[in-house]
């Protein structure tokens, strides 16, 4: 199971597990009520088991706490349906899967993405996009619709000059330096960061190798205003809607973009990595 979706998991438990404490229960007690298996409720609670909604139910009755039941149905249907698997996403190629998250990016106003080691979707040149999703058809070998997944992918870039939409990017300098296709490729790409920079809606920071950091790495992940996030595994996309877990990646995402550098010390972090792809091989 994907990390992200287990951390959900853990999540939906730790509230069942306030619930539990506010109605001043010991997990045995709990368990006694509902007919359960003394061990039930602790996998509730640490996620090692999903509840049904008859679980659900029973937990807020014995626990005194009907008023918590519908959102607690919904969060777990959420949790099931967040996680995509890749290959039934893809069993026709790349260019449905493309298709499919253009509705979500034009409803939001508001982006606000981390990637630690690839350049972002929005930003990417043809070459580059090409590069990568040639090795991603290899990887999970699905049907080759290379020309029409990179054209659906350049499409959504319309939106960063489209309405009054916010693009904030933080990159790890990594990002800069993961060779994606040629060196002139990867060139190309660096340039047309430089270009988007230009941009003012478009507000870009990356963090520094050596930074002073003042939370650790993770993997990248997308927030659409305050609705949704969306974060890429080897394995599956998982959507995340509820705002408890939404705020979480909001405190992470300000606390990524406060180890960043913009402007000018970006542009010569962006100018450096060019340098380096481009430099004759000694």
Known sequence: MPRQLQQAREALGGRLREIRRDASLSGRELAALAGWHFTKVSKLENGKQHPSDSDLRLWCTHCRAAEELADLIAAAHNVESMYIEWRRQMKFGLKRPQEARTPAYERA?????YEPALIPGLFQTAEYATALMTKVIEFFDIPDD??????????R???LYSADRRFQIVLE???LRTRVGSPDTMAGQLDRLLTLMNIPRVALGIIPDMAERLTTPAA?????????VQIETVSAEITITQHREIALYAKKFDLLSRSTVTGARARALIIA???????PAS
């Not at 020309?147 to 499409?155: G, Q």
């Not at 990595?273 to 430099?279: D, K, L």
Request: aromatic share 10%; proline share 0%.
């Open 109 to 113: 106003r508001l982006f606000r993405i």
């Open 146 to 155: 290379l020309d029409h997944a990179v054209a659906a992918r350049l499409e």
């Open 157 to 159: 870039q319309r939106l």
């Open 173 to 175: 300098e990594r990002a």
């Open 220 to 228: 990248g992940f997308w927030i659409f205003d305050d609705e949704t």
């Open 273 to 279: 990595a060019q340098q380096a792809v481009t430099a």
